[in-house]
């Protein structure tokens, strides 16, 4: 009879060490020495869900030799084999994970070369027989490795560490500054005279006033007055960043190499935010924006990047470092503790899911690729030869080294803070109406005209002078012979005739009109009038206003008519003239000429106005590229100027002392911390749309419209039309059906983009105005129509602020001496109190808590002892404890190959 006993576990020895799997020993001891003869082979069978390993992975180790193992995939067994060569007792070991269990073993023996027949055996001494033995065995499966438990990391110091709070209003206060805020919005005849005065005597401390009784009456339940206390606590904590050890994460990648062969393998590790940013933005621009990859590879610096980027934040400048402060819903508990406890599961929720997900964006913006090379001149890369002197074909996997940060966070202390609104300014609407924005220089280029010839004028066809020659003959009507010597003169009432007395009674009559016809005018010109006439010979006096009369020359007949005064032939039967007449061009050819080079012109200009369109256009392409990807200033240079413009609009609130500005400064400085100021602009705080102005139209303009070329401007100043200061905005028109189904122009005011911008910012689809080179907050902060400024109040002068505040022309007092409600978790000390005695107490306490050593000793004890873990992880935060604890996950840009077998028949990695 066989005995199977369990030896124990021993450490994998070096080379071969393997986090997590350990050697398992089990001796075969005989009651007979034929049982375990030499020649044979002895087997123990264990489940196949045991991760084990190939003892050919581990040459030269001792308790492996002889040792195989065999796997049958009919069977659900997996067997570890030794061959006996010494007769007696024998002892089989494997590698398998260090997890202990129990399991049912098997024993098998057979001669070599034969099959396992599975036998009876003992399990210890005093047991049954049986084939099947309950003993002690690996784990099933494969190994899970999460890696040292946190507390094997005591004493590590924080590598980084991150300061954020959370600011919670305390109720029950009515400010004097948010009440009349609140009051001017409500419809109440009994508000209307509601006045600074108010808000002061004994009557406004009890609420006894009408118009204070009024307010609280419109507002009704308790939680809604938070916005009108003037006075909240901002808890403070500290996040700690601690660096554990690394693991090999899941593969990215596999090479398989030949017998003899050698593959030189390239890695190359670049972040999805790539140069080639069209390759890579396919991809993003598929995600919501949550889910936007973050630019780093630390989720200490990751969380640092989301809290600048998160728009719901205050920004706070806490011991010179900017700390973000989430908003919670007011508190009307003024319990110091209540206040920590709440904060602190507050500050559990969102910073334990802001770390998962700017983790899962770590783990996403690494991206390695693989590629097997023969020559490279690639110095930049990491290169790997891997060679395989082995007759066996060798497969590795690649796989990523994977970080493990712990992450711990601390409250470090508790703030009493002073709450104001500022509204919007009817002469400056808006807290950001004093922010100057940043224009981009861009001067666009006019059009090269020099392709477009310039058309040629067809010439106005001009007036012509044609020469005409011809004879006055001498036509004698009546009297006796020809007598062409003699001096004529125009008879009288017939001055188309001449004559000549001979004696009395008697003349000779000849014509003193004669008409000629004239040259024919060219195509498109007429006769227009006689230039100059010269006679020659005889003595010939013209009819001069009758040859520039109207209708002579005739261009109907293209005649002309002379018509004489005197007249001598000297005896010549025709006198020889001369003249020049003007033929000028019809109107029709005029028009004709001026119509074709209006044509030519017209056609010339719209191919220049295209031509300037497709430059314009593309500079306005251009323009939205540069835009686009303009880097944007450094966030906490933003929050300082936003910071500062708050800081003023608050000192314009109090009439503290008139016009001196400088004097309302220090004072208000002396006793709050303004450095430290924080400001919330929020989506309930964004500009609403004017009601008259519900829906965009067709004359909208949007904020920011895209300006006129700069060739078009009638008097250009310095850089008219060659900046950009906002993302351009454009009304377009679509159609829409109304309730009686016909289509309906609706107008938008839309934002342009092209496929080589990046995509447009937060607000572009509302119209807000967008700076550039700013972030969202800074966005936001441009069209906010009012903001909530915090104050936290400097460390031991929480009561000489309190008194402060509740002056007459700063916040008053109404509703101070009102009786405190006592809820559940408020220290004794609170029954039977006023909201003023309470307030008196609470700032008593934070005064001697924020100015006790010990206190701020406490909150720098990590960064001397190191990380001390928290059991269970999170716990309500006591002030000044380290109250929750996790751990993440984070990938590196470093790949290791591991070297690995699979089994030929199921293909299951061994």
């Known amino acids: 009879m066989l005995t199977v006993t369990f030896m124990g576990r021993a450490p994998v020895p070096s080379p071969f060490t393997v986090t997590g799997y350990s050697i398992w020993s089990y001796r075969i001891e005989a009651s007979t020495g034929s049982e375990l003869s030499s020649g044979k082979n002895i087997a123990l069978g264990l489940p196949r869900e045991v991760d084990v390993r190939n003892p050919a992975l581990y040459p030269g180790v001792p308790q492996l030799?002889?040792?195989?193992?065999?796997?049958?995939?009919?069977?659900?067994?997996?067997?570890?084999?030794?061959?006996?060569?010494?007769?007696?007792?024998?002892?089989?070991?494997?590698?398998?994970?260090?997890?202990e269990t129990r399991h049912e073993l098997l024993l098998a023996t057979a001669p070599t070369g034969q099959a396992l027949v599975p036998v009876p055996f003992l399990a210890d001494t005093g047991t049954t027989p049986q084939i099947l033995q309950l003993m002690p065995a690996p784990v099933a499966g494969p190994l899970v490795f999460n890696g040292r438990p946190p507390g094997d990391f005591a004493g590590t110091l924080p590598y980084a560490s991150e300061l954020f709070g959370v600011y919670r209003p305390l109720v029950g206060w009515f400010g004097?500054?948010?009440?009349?805020?609140?009051?001017?919005?409500?419809?109440?005849?009994?508000l209307a005279l509601l006045s600074r005065e108010t808000f002061s005597g004994a009557s406004a401390r009890t609420l006894d006033d009408e118009m204070l009784a009024a307010l609280a009456e419109q507002l009704g339940a308790a939680p809604l007055t938070g916005v009108l206390s003037p006075v909240g606590l901002v808890n403070l904590f500290r996040q700690y960043f601690f660096e554990f050890d690394t693991f090999l994460g899941p593969p990215a990648g596999h090479v398989w190499i030949s017998p003899g062969g050698t593959v030189e393998v390239v890695e190359?590790?670049?972040?999805?935010?790539?140069?080639?940013?069209?390759?890579?933005?396919?991809?993003?621009?598929?995600?919501?924006?949550?889910?936007?990859?973050?630019?780093?590879?630390?989720?200490?610096?990751?969380?640092?990047?989301d809290n600048a980027n998160d728009t719901n934040l205050g920004i706070s400048v806490t011991g010179g470092v900017s700390a973000p402060i989430y908003h919670a819903d007011a508190s009307a508990s003024f319990g110091l503790h209540t206040t920590v406890k709440k904060s602190s599961e507050q500050t559990h929720k969102h910073s334990r899911t802001q770390s998962a997900k700017v983790t899962s964006e770590i783990k996403r913006n690494f991206k390695t690729t693989f590629r097997t090379v023969t020559e490279t001149t690639d110095t930049s890369s990491r290169r790997y030869v891997v060679q395989n002197t082995t007759n066996e074909l060798v497969n590795y996997e690649l796989r990523r080294k994977m970080r493990k940060v712990g992450v711990q966070l601390q409250h470090i202390g508790t703030r009493l803070a002073w709450q104001v609104y500022l509204p919007r300014n009817p002469e400056k609407p808006g807290p950001g109406r004093d922010l100057g924005l940043g224009d981009l220089v861009h001067v666009v280029s006019a059009p090269d005209l020099s392709t477009i010839p310039k058309p040629e004028k067809i010439p106005v066809p001009g007036e012509k002078k044609v020469p005409f020659h011809d004879v006055i003959p001498f036509q004698q009507t009546a009297g006796g012979d020809d007598d062409n010597d003699d001096t004529y003169t125009p008879v009288p009432?017939?001055?188309?005739?001449?004559?000549?007395?001979?004696?009395?009674?008697?003349?000779?009559?000849?014509?003193?009109?004669?008409?000629?016809?004239?040259?024919?005018?060219?195509?498109?010109?007429?006769?227009?009038?006689?230039?100059?006439?010269?006679?020659h010979g005889g003595v010939i006096e013209l009819d001069q206003a009758f040859l520039h009369m109207d209708g002579n020359p005739d261009p109907v007949t293209n005649t002309f008519q002379i018509q004489l005064l005197l007249a001598n032939f000297r005896g010549q039967d025709q006198i020889p003239f001369d003249a020049v007449f003007i033929y000028s061009p019809t109107q029709a050819t005029i028009d004709a000429a001026n119509m074709a080079n209006a044509a030519a012109e017209d056609a010339y200009n719209k191919r220049v106005a295209e031509l300037q369109r497709e430059a314009y256009g593309n500079a306005v392409r251009d323009r939205l590229k540069l835009v686009s990807g303009i880097r944007t200033r450094p966030w906490q240079d933003l929050r300082s100027e936003e910071r500062q413009t708050v800081y003023a609009g608050l000192l314009s609130k109090l009439p503290l002392f008139g016009a001196n500005a400088h004097l309302a400064s220090e004072a208000t400085r002396a006793v709050f911390d303004v450095d430290e100021m924080l400001y919330y602009v929020a989506p309930d705080f964004w500009r609403p749309q004017p009601s008259e102005e519900t829906h965009p139209g067709p004359d909208s303009v949007g904020v920011y419209p895209v300006p006129p070329p700069p060739w078009e401007a009638t008097n250009p100043v310095v850089l008219e039309g060659q900046t950009v200061a906002s993302w351009y905005s454009y009304t377009d028109k679509t159609n829409a059906i109304d309730p009686q189904g016909h289509h309906t122009p609706e107008w938008r005011v839309d934002y342009l983009i092209t496929e080589e911008t990046q995509p447009a910012p937060l607000g572009s689809s509302l119209g807000w105005l967008i700076q550039i080179d700013g972030d969202e907050r800074r966005n936001e902060f441009l069209n906010a129509a009012w903001v909530k400024a915090v104050l936290p109040i400097r460390p031991g002068h929480e009561l000489e602020a309190l008194d402060w505040l509740a002056r007459a022309d700063?916040?008053?007092?109404?509703?101070?001496?009102?009786?405190?409600?006592?809820?559940?978790?408020?220290?004794?000390?609170?029954?039977?109190k006023t909201y003023r005695d309470v307030l008196n107490l609470l700032a008593a306490e934070l005064q001697a808590s924020n100015t006790d050593i010990a206190n701020t000793i406490a909150t720098e004890e990590v960064f001397e002892t190191g990380f001390d873990p928290l059991e269970g992880g999170f716990r309500p935060a006591a002030p000044y404890e380290v109250f929750d604890q996790w751990v993440e996950v984070l990938p590196t840009d470093q790949v290791v190959a591991v070297q690995v077998h699979y089994d030929p028949k199921t293909g299951q990695q061994l």
């Open 65 to 99: 030799v002889g040792i195989t193992l065999q796997v049958d995939v009919t069977s659900s067994r997996q067997y570890v084999v030794r061959q006996i060569t010494t007769p007696g007792t024998q002892t089989i070991s494997f590698v398998a994970p260090s997890g």
């Open 176 to 190: 004097l500054q948010n009440s009349l805020r609140v009051a001017s919005g409500i419809a109440d005849e009994r």
């Open 268 to 305: 190359s590790s670049t972040r999805r935010m790539l140069v080639e940013r069209v390759a890579e933005q396919s991809e993003e621009i598929s995600r919501k924006v949550e889910e936007s990859l973050t630019e780093q590879d630390d989720v200490a610096d990751a969380v640092k990047e």
């Open 493 to 535: 009432g017939r001055p188309d005739k001449g004559r000549f007395e001979v004696g009395p009674g008697t003349d000779n009559i000849i014509m003193f009109r004669f008409p000629y016809l004239l040259p024919d005018p060219e195509p498109g010109y007429v006769v227009n009038r006689l230039d100059t006439i010269t006679v």
């Open 810 to 832: 700063v916040e008053g007092e109404a509703n101070l001496g009102a009786d405190y409600p006592f809820r559940e978790g408020d220290p004794d000390d609170y029954h039977n």
